[in-house]
């Protein structure tokens, strides 16, 4: 049910792409307490995109996931940055994360909802 999907404006090499995927999957799975096994992870590369006018390395990120309280995105957002500086390179200043909450009747699954 969570779905983290990065967007980030440079190119990344596959076998870099797999093992960062890997990684922030299962630190966003541990950071909201939720078994890995329903976590989606997207990393989509080299878009269009400027921050501050500027195409130095940026990144959008959205997290939506059912149960996710306000009081978890300060601990989310230094969690995201710092993989993101740490693995990628991106500077904590140049990422936007979006935080939605969605309510499980509104999320499908397995012919169902949640």
Known sequence: MPYLK???NRSLEAEKSQPFLALVSQQTAKELGKPESYVMAELTTNPAMLFAGTDEPAAYVELKSIGLPSVQHKALSQLLCSLLEQELGVPPGR???EFTDVKGACWGWNGSTF
């Open 95 to 97: 990422i936007y994360i």
């Open 6 to 8: 990065i967007q980030l």
